[in-house]
């Protein structure tokens, strides 16, 4: 069932223990989301934990300073920032699943799978749609409540850069500035700062770059050698979505990431009219009209022609005269 701010806030208020679950891979969004909530529920008196199936990146810690991990039978089970059940890793999934009674998120692909869903697709991340829930449960946000949602706002609008960014999303930015987010620092960490592992990651990456249909698509893919190689791992990835996407003529970036598994996780990149989501759904995934992601099998060859098989498809639905 889709439910409005006002009644998420209601779900929220009555319940004393609650698990708060991001998604697997996580990003500045679903952890700055999750953690500005947790923060502001524990700051009302309740329990709360914050469950990730995949470690936590450095870069994040400052949102865990102070919070300890509490062990309780949770009430509410909310999943922040998660458009479909898959997305919290198969442990949890199948842990999970038919247990979730809240969902707090912007994906329009988002699969309905919790009893209550709080769905705005236009916002431009989930720390938005959070940090006006907190205005109506007339939390006012300490400064390390807002550099959290200004991680996730920040960090899914790449630094205000994309598209989905809007007149709202700068207006909360500001906000958030004024209520002490450490704007400088966290523009620095993730927007300036590279570690030497993920230079070198970048450098094979784009060596491994290939172009399609006329130059309008560019891929790369990145291989559990090149990790070896680098000495990076799969929690430096995330910057390299947007590489493909920064090419002169390039409509539709793809960048590929092999699994420890064999499988490839694909991260498309579009600009204009062309739809990522529409992209990666035809391929089990989904996302936003111009940030989608999916999961491939097969072998990288077979990943990559599935994957060019529906780039071509959204190209030419697109550009046909």
Request: charged share 25%; with cysteine; hydrophobic share 40%.
């Amino acid at each position: 069932m889709r439910i409005d701010l006002h009644e998420t806030a209601k779900i929220l208020e009555n319940a004393d223990k609650i698990l708060l679950l991001c998604h697997s891979h996580p990003d500045g969004d679903t952890l700055g989301s999750a953690y500005a909530l947790a923060r502001a529920l524990l700051g009302m008196g309740k329990r709360v934990r914050v469950e990730c199936s995949d470690p936590i990146p450095k870069d994040f810690s400052f949102m865990l300073e102070g919070i300890e991990t509490d062990d309780f039978e949770p009430e509410l089970i909310a999943a922040i920032d998660v458009a479909d059940i898959k997305l919290l890793g198969k442990e949890s999934e199948g842990k999970y699943t038919g247990k979730i009674g809240l969902c707090i998120d912007h994906h329009g692909s988002n699969m309905l799978y919790a009893d209550k869903v709080c769905l705005e697709a236009d916002s431009a991340s989930t720390a938005e749609i959070i940090y006006l829930l907190l205005k109506i449960m007339q939390v006012d946000p300490d400064p390390v409540i807002a550099s959290c949602l200004f991680t996730g706002v920040s960090t899914d609008t790449g630094c205000f850069r994309f598209s989905n960014t809007t007149v709202r999303t700068f207006e909360i930015a500001a906000e958030l500035a004024k209520l002490g987010a450490d704007t400088y620092n966290i523009i620095q960490v993730f927007f300036e700062t590279k570690t030497k592992t993920y230079a070198a990651l970048e450098r094979l990456a784009l060596d491994s770059m290939r172009f399609y249909f006329s130059d309008r698509c560019a891929l790369i893919c990145v291989t559990q050698d090149m990790y070896k190689r680098s000495g990076s791992n799969e929690s430096e990835t995330d910057r390299l979505a947007n590489l493909p996407r920064q090419i002169e003529g390039v409509l539709v970036g793809v960048t590929m990431r092999e699994l420890k598994d064999g499988s490839f996780k694909a991260s498309v990149r579009t600009h204009g009219d062309i739809d990522a989501s529409a992209i990666c759904k035809r391929l089990g995934g989904g996302g936003h009209m111009g940030a989608a992601g999916c999961t491939l099998y097969g072998s990288k060859q077979q990943a990559i022609n599935s994957l060019l098989k529906e780039v071509q498809a959204e190209i030419d639905a697109v550009t046909i005269v």
